[in-house]
């Protein structure tokens, strides 16, 4: 299970002195408060004198709440507000006195912010090992929340499931058929302009069939579905968090993978393969469209030549990529949405995340397929 997140909060202890109670898990790794979240506390109370702190419920530290405190002490010295330290433990206090034995030298922030080429190049690698862990323990208790779903154990609303269902089916057909139909015109164009030299224009057909069915109907879903349904689920997820009902839910002793998660999950899940399938005829009759009025084929020949065309296997490999499309955009927003920050901004910036994330592994899950089936010879 991963650790509680660092979190703050104040009391006033008479009229001239603010308490600040630290808690949780405070550690580099973690989204840690900047020290300007004691400002408005500072300045709703005017009179205040002296700051003191209570680390009773403090589980875990490292140099990031030294770098916290150390910024509070800046705006307290700033306002001619007197620091009182006898509630941090006394190694957090001596790191406190050794940071301020000796005077900063300057540009030394300065420096240190820009770093060497090798310090970039660690940090982003340490960066992506903590997201690669991060992605697999999210997945790990995914998979248990599907589990107890499967048992009937599971604890989610049924109503939010139905909710999620409109929200990825039927509200999403109308953006799908349009993005489907242009792309069936776009491939019947290119089709008809060389296989028409040569006297094959009905090989257009066959062109849009295959085209639609096992490649372009559901990766083009899939990514209108990763801006329009994967940014959405990180976005709410984002702004419990922010509001703290993620917390809240976890203080009922309520799974919020269970509770918001499994819905999302699995109404991506259950509309993927039905909208790509919508996706795969709108296209084939877009291209109908394009061969009836350009090439001067009947509409009946076009829907024989592709009916001739398409097997089972062809839907199959299609509604299987879809359906996988579906798991990974539903994991993307959901694991941005639990990853946001405790700001408003931090909101946008996982709806952002999520959407680069989702689109990438599609195209890298489609990569995947592709050299599957050419293995397979499907």
């Not at 209570?54 to 770098?67: E, I, P």
């Not at 999950?265 to 399938?277: A, F, I």
């Not at 795969?280 to 009916?307: H, K, N, P, Q």
Request: glycine share 12%; proline share 2%.
């Amino acid at each position: 299970m991963p650790l509680p997140q660092g979190k703050i909060s104040f009391e006033l202890t008479g009229q001239m002195n603010l308490t600040i109670r630290v808690s949780g898990h405070w550690h580099l790794s973690r989204d840690l408060l900047s020290g300007a979240i004691v400002i408005p506390e500072l300045q709703r109370h005017a009179a205040l004198s002296h700051v003191s702190f209570d680390t009773s419920l403090l589980t875990g530290w490292d140099s990031g709440l030294v770098s916290f405190l150390l910024d509070v002490e800046t705006i307290c010295r700033e306002r001619g507000i007197k620091q009182n330290r006898e509630g941090l433990p006394a190694g957090l206090r001596h790191l406190i006195e050794l940071t301020e034995a000796l005077p900063e030298s300057e540009g030394a922030r300065r420096s240190a912010g820009r770093g060497t080429l090798l310090q970039r190049v660690g940090g982003g690698v340490l960066a992506y090992s903590f997201g690669i862990a991060d992605f697999l323990s999210f997945v790990g208790d995914l998979s248990i929340a599907i589990g107890k779903f499967v048992r009937g154990k599971a604890r989610y609303r049924r109503i939010d499931l139905m909710e999620v269902v409109q929200q990825c089916g039927p509200d999403a057909v109308g953006i799908v058929s349009l993005i489907a139909f242009l792309i069936g015109v776009i491939l019947a164009f290119m089709g008809a302009i060389q296989l028409s030299r040569f006297g094959a224009s009905i090989y257009v057909a066959d062109l849009v069939g295959i085209g639609m069915v096992r490649e372009m109907g559901a990766m083009m879903t899939a990514i209108i579905m990763s801006g329009r349904t994967g940014a959405a689920f990180a976005a709410k997820l984002g702004t419990m968090k922010v509001t703290q009902e993620i917390d809240a839910l976890t203080t009922m002793g309520i799974s919020p993978l269970e509770f918001l998660v499994l819905p999302r999950v699995l109404g991506l899940l259950m509309m993927m393969p039905l909208l790509c399938l919508f996706a795969d005829f709108v296209g084939i009759l877009g291209g109908a469209c394009v061969g009836v009025v350009m090439l001067d084929l009947s509409f009946f020949s076009y829907l024989r030549e592709t009916i001739s065309t398409l097997t089972f296997v062809n839907f199959a490999g299609g509604l299987i990529k879809g359906t996988t499309y579906g798991a990974l955009i539903a994991l993307a927003g959901c694991l941005r949405g639990f990853q946001c920050g405790s700001s408003s901004s931090a909101v946008g910036d996982a709806a952002t995340q999520a959407v680069v994330m989702s689109i990438v592994m599609v195209i890298v899950a489609c990569g995947v397929y592709a050299v599957a089936f050419n293995v397979l010879q499907i």
